[in-house]
């Protein structure tokens, strides 16, 4: 999986494509897993959030897809530390 590409406005997280998806939910929560951002989309695999959107802290992300036919698939959680890729 590619890591977070992160500028000074925008922070812009990718993942792998899963075969025959409907829909990707993309979730990004503190630490205490309070969502802070939450989107729903179709067949793209990257989201770009502006960086005032989330708090300079590390982060927490996860990817729910909905395949075609089938249960939902939750990925594993990913860490994102804006605080770290400030320094």
């Known amino acids: 999986m590619p890591p977070p590409s992160i500028t000074r406005t925008d922070v812009t997280l990718h993942w792998t494509p899963y ?3 409907r829909w990707y939910d993309v979730t990004v ?3 205490d897993l309070a969502v802070v951002h939450r989107a729903f989309m ?3 695999t990257e989201l770009t959030v502006p960086r005032t959107a989330l708090p300079r802290s590390k982060l927490l992300w996860q990817v729910t897809v909905q395949p075609e036919q089938g249960e939902r698939v ?3 959680a990913f860490v994102l530390d804006l605080a770290e890729a400030e320094r």
């Open 29 to 31: 929560l503190t630490k």
């Open 42 to 44: 179709r067949q793209t």
């Open 74 to 76: 939750d990925s594993s």
């Open 19 to 21: 075969p025959a998806a």
